[in-house]
């Protein structure tokens, strides 16, 4: 049988580590970071203040919070040969395979981030990748849009300088928006981490076999790309387009997600783990009428949006399930409303999980956690002889 006698399908009971960065219970809709409650944290802290608690365990001193942003900065220049490889691509490509790629290359560049024993080591490399990976994603926005590309701003803010390098227009001064600015900054930190989720669990266990970080958070990117996970953000906002071009009929689309024979899932619902409210989805569904307002945005699939949550929630087929709006519900409509484009909003989800991912993996090292190798339930044919092709 391969050694073991029952499977875990998606590993839906199976403990892969201990971890002490994030606590989520799905029965209460709890999370919190390294001890800290989300709704706090998504109050009161800033994105990089986050990310330090994350990776590090406590919340920086101002002088610890400093020296942080400033080594990041000093990071935040890319090798200029990278624009090659971001020019090979067709403007047709979809960001995140464009970011896994250039994550990925990014080894060849800095091979001293490759091989980190010690936390002196690993140190530079996270420094490294925070100050990169947001030039490679403003770069990856403004080559599709053929715009030139900048490395934004030494003075303002990591968030603040992640907008102004992507949206920053020729010949114009960047007009900081402190709505988009105090926005994005909230949804990063609502989206820096969550425990063992299949991106998490992929640059864990990539990690284990000791390949870099910029290799182990490349193969995280192209996890968190597909629709039932971080691509969720931006299948709700086509799902909510089509239902308003096909006239708003939320009850066609409610009986399709309960279709058996229909492989349609009404995204942005469900999760492995939250069987009640996603916490994080309350509070950027908040936020979503705070920006669109702030921002003076009517958005009618707002409205759309709220429509399906309420029926769902009187659904039994939904209740039953305890299917509710998970993370990925309300954050493409603040996307959106920030000008973003939507296939650009996993990437924004990417960019939040980054500091998530790196302290999984940093945890995983510093444990010194076995290279991960699950065993099988053997189905396939017993031992047969070979056959020469003449006689197949
Ligand atoms: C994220 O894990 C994480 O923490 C992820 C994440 C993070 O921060 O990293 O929170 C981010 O990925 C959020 C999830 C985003 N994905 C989506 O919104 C896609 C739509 N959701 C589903 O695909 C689904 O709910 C999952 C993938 C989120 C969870 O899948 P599970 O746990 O494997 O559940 P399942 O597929 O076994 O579903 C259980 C039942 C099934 O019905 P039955 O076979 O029992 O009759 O619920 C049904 C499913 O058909 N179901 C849905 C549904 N989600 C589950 N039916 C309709 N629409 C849905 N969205």
Redesign the pocket.
């Known amino acids: 049988t391969g050694g073991v006698t029952t499977i875990d399908p ?1 590993y ?1 009971n199976t403990g892969s580590c201990e971890s002490a960065i994030t606590f ?1 219970d799905g029965e209460k809709g709890i999370l919190r970071y390294r001890g800290y409650s989300i709704e706090e944290l998504a109050d009161k802290a800033d994105f990089l203040e986050v990310a330090y608690l994350l990776i590090f365990g406590e919340l920086p001193t101002q002088a610890q919070l400093d020296k942080f942003h400033a080594d990041i900065k000093e990071q935040s220049v890319v090798d200029e040969d990278v624009k090659k490889i971001l020019d090979a691509f067709p403007k047709s490509a979809h960001p995140m395979g464009v970011l896994s790629s250039l994550t990925s290359a990014l080894t060849a560049f800095n091979p001293s981030s490759v091989n980190v024993e010690s936390e002196e080591d690993m140190y530079k490399a996270i420094v490294k990748i925070l100050g990169k990976f947001p030039v490679l994603v403003a770069w990856t926005l403004r080559k599709k849009q053929g715009l030139p590309l900048d490395y934004g701003d030494k003075n303002l803010g990591y968030v603040e300088n992640i907008l102004k390098m992507m949206f920053k227009q020729p010949n114009e001064e960047y007009k900081q928006n402190p709505i988009l600015v105090n926005a994005l900054d909230k949804l990063l930190i609502l ?1 820096a981490d ?2 063992q ?4 669990s992929t640059v864990r266990i990539v990690g284990s076999a000791h390949t870099s970080l910029f290799a182990s958070l490349s193969s995280g990117i192209s996890a ?1 790309w597909g ?4 691509g ?2 931006q ?2 906002l086509e799902m909510l387009n089509g239902i308003q071009e096909d006239g708003g009929d939320t009850k066609k689309y409610m009986a399709k ?2 279709d ?1 024979n229909d492989p349609f ?10 069987k009640n409210f ?1 916490p ?1 989805a309350k509070i950027i569904k908040v936020a979503a009428d705070e920006v669109l307002s702030d921002l003076g945005i009517e958005d009618p699939i707002l409205d759309i949006a709220k429509g399906l949550e309420k029926e769902a929630l009187e659904d039994k ?2 209740v039953d ?1 305890k ?1 509710y709006p ?4 309300y954050s493409g409509i603040i996307y959106r409303g920030m000008g973003i484009p939507t296939d650009m909003f996993t990437v924004m ?1 990417a960019l939040g ?1 980054l500091p998530g991912w790196i302290a999984q993996w940093r945890e995983m090292r510093l444990r010194k956690e076995p290279i991960g190798r699950p065993r099988q339930v053997y189905i396939g044919e017993n031992r047969r002889d070979f056959k020469d092709i003449k006689n197949r």
């Open positions: 998606g839906k989520l989206h969550h425990e989720n299949c991106s998490t968190l629709p039932l996970h971080g969720a953000n299948a709700v997600a309960k058996k899932r009404l995204m942005g619902f469900g999760h492995r783990v939250y996603d994080r087929y939904f399930r299917l998970n993370v990925d519900f989800f999980r």
